[in-house]
């Protein structure tokens, strides 16, 4: 692919690998392609990964280097997203600067939705989006204004009652300006060269180009098995992903025939080989061009076009492949075979026309052509008078993600009746392939289009759609409810239509279920503190200075773990991991592994010249497994050959036997059955509690999918024993001491250096040091340099995730809402090793109470230990899983007395003055009162609450609902030790400055505020520091970069060192008090039982629409108010703040882990785990961490109030249940609708489910 091939042998190491499928956009470049028949060059996005570089004959690739560099010229693209603070860990940020860069060379002046598009294919997991869409919006012409008050006269710049915005986070006025004769040409060799059949041989496989449709009939004649490469989009993933092994591959990319476009009055014909990006411009164009009422079936698929995929996938997919790949859940099939399409078909018998129906989808990714037949065109029919079409789709996240249910329906009306003469409806995510519910529409055809119709069209519709309870992707009885309430979302249309027909069926004002909101986020408004009036102008504390490697993470300059070049003799390490669950190793046979090309060694526990294990809280866990192994995923062995594809092929062909041991563990009912726990059991109390569990609820783990994968070089230096480890970790030195402990030599034999990192989370601090244990093992054994970088799918495989929690409660409360006691009981699931999960559990009963004063309190806590991948440390360690219980007992209490939510969080419950916590620890709630009353008054709460009441009166399936948590969150680390760090600083006579500390880079810009205090006590400008990585020999026994205290330890470390180096130059500055710096610098040669330094303090409202009958839902508005003391530098706080909601947004709301009844992670990439994307940012989004992660529960609780709207109409008050993550799935059929009600459920032991329910 070309992604490999740009890295390893061009070394452009700009484009990232982040998934290897086409789902994260790391890898972006831009294609362009010289256009014959227009004369026209063609640039577009496409994701490298996929791209296979024999089929780049005649293109001109460019990547982020080739746009600009911090050495010639900045482009002003990377500049833009840089300085707008769009880049934080920055691996992201290559990706979208090429997407951006793109349509800029298409569009020079975009407006919002061209950037939102073209950005939806790019995922980034450290920002929140906001700031890339404001860097790229700087481009546009649109207006810029916060629209806080609304686009017309009161907007932000005036008016009364306008927010006052702070400083601007960045200045806006001496960017570089966009000017396109600046950019690449295309190279004009590539236009005149000749089209020739070409064929590449490699070791493995054939590679064949035909330029005719002669000769490429002719090649499927002689291998019809052989599939025709277009986008790659499906055939790359399955060789990537599912082993699928191809000797020889037709590509047949440059057969003019497949491109061509015909339009004649009866519809358009289009060629296979068009691109979905062509075909919706093409598509877009007809709408303009034809009358409406011919459109239907365009619109139609313009509509699933605009969510299918993101626009990398897009501009390369073809229509043909789409068809052909016949996926169970294709957008465009539905919409096709209920839109009369018709295919045409060529082979060496002849062209034939094929319509496409239910007979042309035959199983699972399987049609009716015959393996040589060659599809060259679609001709969709424009649609006729009285014919109406409408595609919907139901998806995990709105862009970028198949859907779970996708649909086509079409109806013909009579003329001038509403009988209905023809009806058409086909779904996608019901079965193996695309399916007809012929029957339903057979017994509507010839009827009235009426209530009664309908209501028997839904009956016969739940008897034809059946689904299996086990069925393959699970969520069954929601896929169902959705067959039901897309049909109901078409009746609404059509009784609209008819009703605008004037058959006097339907009402006036008949609520269509369309969308509210839609489009992109626009509005946003922050206040920060400014710096004081008097501060010195080269003081840099307290400004929003840009992340000091921003631009060369834009520029794809930046250095990450693997992106060092390769050592001679180099060798690459795949692990090699357990397919059972639980079972004792019987052997393990290498001989064949070492067999194959390239294949050096195979490390297994036995080589190990130290420990063998790690101990976490006095609990071992092997580094390899020794003589069990307890999940799918357990690391076993590794192989270590010369290049990563070899080591993977000794990999595949290593045998491990094994002995299943019986009863695995999955779940923490199973686990609590067999008392199956890590010990101790933690409890906390104060008061007296004596109550019964009532409530239960139950929140899902999070995958960390920080963009960089585990990644480490580990090099031996051949002397001495000593080791260089280059790493992507928060804790090097746990990584030096493990490595040391493993290898049995001192730690001073051991540096590690960390450059930055691609984003961590929590996920790289134990489990990437028992990886590192692994490759220096094998970097021992061999004597050679040993690289090892996860692939996304081992890496999710492995390294775990936040830990799953069910947590209980029972609540005394009185009347008026005031909480008397509360018992909450949590239960872990810890995965099968401890890791740091009893010090998780310990940081859940500190947070229990959050920001609440119960005078009687319990919490108990205790890690379950289950055959499912050990989990580890994440963002907010325990504590978002704490405090969701405990708001979700204040959302019961509140239901049960049907009251506000609010009112008894705010007014009756929280803390109100200098109080103890359930531990003891004084503290002053004076700002989180502050916190709590200003996000309030400035999300407008209680008008919007009344409004929010009246659109719940006025419309059925649509529902509103606000929420508004608070934040109280202890800061540093319960164990006092940890809450050290330390600073070397050197000076050198030139005046420049180095400095080093133990934090490591991870987007958190901890390198920038460092040399922000650096700059200030020094008094010199922050030019003159550098910070060049993190390295446990110039500063050793680091902590963690964890527990929100990196900036304050390392800062007053870097203060403390620059304080003494500056009173040491005193004498010097006495001396020569006019002299410069670089003159003066020439002439020289705690815990006492407070588990935490202090709380942060926050509140956050927001404001959803959900979607009753899809349980889809948009973030309208989201106000956060944080108090983070005197911020060192506002920008890199303010995107730590959104960055951590959108996380939390993603974990109440989003992110699901999916396990197989046998524990096997289905979830092991991006196509099957949805994180955030740019679609869903807040359309609104305003305020001024790790702690906000918690205050996306806002979101989880406003979909909560929406929801109880909706089951008020069905007559249901009080609590219910919401599990966590709000998916739509859980969303909807909380609403209970009576579509969700006539799903009959599955009784409970009749069958095995697809997935399990996890915690
Ligand atoms: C990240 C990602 C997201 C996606 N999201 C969506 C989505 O939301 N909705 C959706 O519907 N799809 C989605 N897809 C699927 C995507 O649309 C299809 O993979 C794509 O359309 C296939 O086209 P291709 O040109 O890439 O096919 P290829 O992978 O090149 O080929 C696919 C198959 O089609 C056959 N084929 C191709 N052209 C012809 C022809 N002319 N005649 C006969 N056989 C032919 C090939 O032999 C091969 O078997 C997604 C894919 C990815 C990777
Ligand atoms: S690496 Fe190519 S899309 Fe993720
Ligand atoms: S900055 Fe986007 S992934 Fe880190």
Redesign the pocket.
């Known amino acids: 692919m070309l992604l490999s091939y740009l890295r390893e042998r061009l070394r452009l190491t700009g484009t990232k690998y982040g998934c290897g499928?086409?789902?994260c956009g790391a890898c972006t470049v831009m294609v362009s392609r010289y256009q014959p028949s227009t004369k026209t060059i063609l640039h577009y996005s496409a994701n490298a990964c996929?791209l296979p570089v024999c089929q780049l004959q005649g293109a001109a690739v460019t990547t982020v280097e080739g746009i600009g560099n911090t050495k010639t010229r900045v482009h002003p693209v990377q500049e833009r997203i840089a300085k707008a603070h769009g880049s934080q860990c920055g691996f992201c940020t290559p990706g979208m600067v090429m997407s951006m860069y793109t349509l800029l060379r298409n569009k020079p002046q975009p407006n919002m939705e061209d950037i939102t598009e073209a950005l939806g294919g790019n995922l980034c997991r450290c920002t929140g989006y906001r700031p890339i869409v404001d860097g790229c919006k700087t481009f546009s012409q649109e207006s810029n204004c916060c629209q806080a008050n609304g686009n017309g006269a009161g907007c932000c710049l005036n008016g009364d009652s306008s927010p006052q915005r702070s400083e601007n986070l960045f200045d806006q006025e001496d960017l570089l300006p966009l000017d396109p004769t600046q950019d690449l040409i295309f190279p004009p060799e590539l236009i005149v060269r000749q089209q020739d059949y070409q064929l590449f041989r490699g070791d493995r496989m054939v590679w064949v180009s035909p330029v005719s449709l002669e000769e490429l009939i002719q090649l499927k004649t002689s291998h019809p098995q052989a599939?025709?490469?277009?986008?790659?989009?499906?055939?790359?993933?399955d060789i990537k992903f599912k082993g699928a092994w191809h000797p020889i591959i037709i590509s047949?990319t440059r057969v003019q025939e497949?491109f061509k476009v015909t339009k004649t009055p009866q519809g358009v014909c289009i060629g296979?080989?068009c691109s979905?990006s062509v075909v919706k411009a093409l598509l877009e164009g007809l709408v303009q061009e034809i009358p409406e009422e011919k459109t239907e079936i365009y619109r139609s698929l313009l509509q699933q076009l605009g969510?299918?995929?993101?626009q990398q996938?897009r501009n390369?997919?073809?229509i043909?492949?789409?068809i052909?790949?016949a996926?169970p859940?294709?957008?465009?099939n539905p919409v096709f075979a209920a839109g009369n399409c018709i295919l045409n078909v060529a082979s060496k018998r002849g062209r034939q026309e094929i319509l496409l129906n239910k007979d042309f989808f035959v199983g699972f990714g399987k049609t009716s052509?015959k393996p040589d037949?060659?599809?060259l065109s679609v001709f969709i029919p424009v649609s006729r008078q009285g014919e109406f079409m409408r595609a919907f789709r139901q998806?995990p996240r709105k862009e970028?993600?198949?859907?779970t249910v996708t649909t086509g329906m079409r109806v013909m009306f009579t003329e001038g009746s509403s009988v209905v003469k023809e009806l058409s409806i086909y779904y996608g995510g019901v079965g193996p392939c695309t399916v007809s519910a012929t029957k339903t529409c057979a017994a509507v055809i010839g009827r009235k289009w009426d209530e009664q119709t309908l209501s028997e069209a839904y009956t016969q519709l739940l008897d034809e759609i059946s689904l299996s309870p086990s069925h393959p992707g699970g969520q069954v009885e929601f896929r169902r409810s959705l067959t039901l309430s897309l049909l109901f979302k078409f009746n609404l249309q059509m009784l609209h239509k008819l009703w605008e027909m004037d058959n006097k069926v339907g009402l006036i004002g008949l609520e269509t279920n369309m969308v509210t909101f839609s489009g992109c986020h626009k509005n946003v408004w922050f206040f920060f503190q400014a710096v004081v009036k008097d501060q010195s102008g080269d003081d840099p504390v307290g400004r929003p200075i840009m992340h000091r490697s921003a631009i060369s993470q834009a520029t794809g300059e930046a250095v990450y773990c693997d992106d060092i070049p390769k050592m001679e003799g180099e060798l690459h390490l795949v692990l090699v991991t357990s397919t059972r669950p639980h079972a004792k190793i019987l052997d393990i046979d290498i001989s064949e592994a070492l067999q194959v090309p390239g294949v050096v060694d195979v490390i297994t526990s036995k080589d190990i010249p130290g420990k063998k294990f790690r101990t976490f809280t006095g609990i071992d866990e092997d580094i390899l497994a020794q003589n069990e192994v307890s999940c799918v995923g357990h690391m076993v062995c590794a192989v270590v050959a010369d290049t990563r594809n070899q080591a993977k092929r000794g990999a595949a062909v290593v045998k491990i036997g094994y002995e299943d041991l019986p009863g695995p563990v999955f779940t923490v009912e199973e686990a609590i059955e067999k008392q199956s726990f890590f010990l101790p059991k933690r409890m906390i109390e104060q008061g007296t509690v004596c109550l019964s569990f009532v409530w239960a609820i139950r929140l899902g783990g999070q995958e960390h999918f920080y963009m960089e994968t585990q990644s480490m070089v580990v090099v031996p230096s051949g002397e001495e024993r000593e080791l260089k480890v280059y790493l992507s970790c928060q804790h090097p030195t746990y990584a030096q001491e493990s490595i040391a402990e493993t290898l049995g030599i001192p730690s001073n034999r051991v540096s590690c250096h960390v450059k930055r990192v691609g984003g961590a989370f929590g996920g790289k601090v134990t489990k990437t040091s028992i990886i590192a244990c692994i490759t220096s093992v094998a970097a021992w054994k061999t004597g050679r340099a040993v690289r090892c970088v996860l692939e996304r799918g081992e890496d999710m495989l492995i390294t775990g995730a936040r830990h799953p929690v069910l947590g209980k409660h029972k609540v005394g409360f009185m009347n008026n809402g005031r909480i008397m006691a509360a018992d909450l009981h949590y239960y872990a699931n810890s995965g099968n090793t401890a890791d740091e999960s009893l010090l998780v559990i310990e940081k859940i009963l500190l947070h229990l109470d959050n920001a609440y004063n119960v005078p009687n309190l319990r919490g108990r806590s205790v890690a379950c230990k289950t055959n499912l991948p050990s989990n580890t440390a994440f963002r907010g360690f325990g504590v978002p899983q704490s405090m969701l219980v405990t708001e979700n007992m204040i959302n019961d209490v509140a239901m049960m007395l049907g009251c506000n939510a609010e009112e008894v969080r705010g007014k009756i419950n929280m803390y109100k003055e200098v109080s103890l916590t359930h531990y003891k620890f004084e503290f002053d709630p004076k700002n989180l009162l502050r916190c709590w009353d200003e996000c309030k008054e400035k999300s407008d709460y209680d008008r919007r609450r009344k409004s929010i009441g009246q659109f719940n009166q006025q419309n059925r399936w649509k529902k509103r609902g606000m929420a508004t948590i608070p934040i109280k969150y202890g800061i540093a680390f319960s164990d006092g030790f940890l809450n050290q760090a330390a600073s070397l600083v050197h000076i050198y006579k030139d005046g420049s400055v180095l400095v080093s500390h133990g934090g490591t880079e991870m987007g958190q810009g901890i390198h920038t505020k460092m040399q922000q205090v650096a700059s200030r006590e020094l008094h010199i400008p922050a030019s003159l520091i550098h910070i060049t990585e993190t390295n446990t020999s110039a500063v050793p026994n680091t902590c963690p970069s964890a527990a929100s205290f990196g900036t304050d330890a390392n800062g007053m470390a870097v203060k403390d060192a620059c304080e003494t180096l500056y009173q040491r130059l005193e004498p010097v500055r006495k001396q020569n008090p006019e002299g410069t710096w670089q003159i003066w610098v020439f002439h020289i040669d705690k815990q006492e039982g407070q588990p935490y330094a202090y709380y942060t303090y926050g509140a956050c409202c927001s404001e959803v629409e959900v979607d009753c009958l899809t349980g889809d839902y948009r973030t309208v508005r989201t106000d956060i108010v944080m108090d983070i003391g005197r911020s060192i530098n506002p920008s890199v706080d303010i995107g730590q703040i959104e960055g951590a909601f959108i996380q939390g947004l993603g974990l109440y709301t989003m992110e699901e882990l999916k396990f197989s009844p046998s524990g096997v992670l289905y979830t092991r990439g991006p196509?099957q785990y949805k994180i955030p994307a740019v679609c869903d940012i807040p359309l609104q989004f305003n305020g001024i961490g790790e702690p906000v992660l918690f205050l996306g529960s806002s979101v989880f609780f406003a979909i909560k109030d929406a929801v109880a709207a909706s089951r008020v109409e069905a007559g249901m008050v009080g609590p219910f249940t919401l599990d966590s993550p709000a998916t739509p799935e859980r969303t909807c059929l909380a609403c209970n609708t009576p579509f969700t009600q006539k799903i009959p459920a599955s009784k409970q032991g009749s069958f095995q489910p697809w997935a399990l329910n996890i915690p």
């Open positions: 499928g086409g789902g996929l599939p025709l490469v277009m986008g790659n989009t499906n055939i790359g993933p047949p497949l296979a080989g979905l969510n299918l995929g993101g996938i390369v997919a073809t043909g492949g789409n052909v790949s996926y859940n294709s957008d465009l052509l037949e060659v599809v998806a970028n993600a198949l859907a196509s």
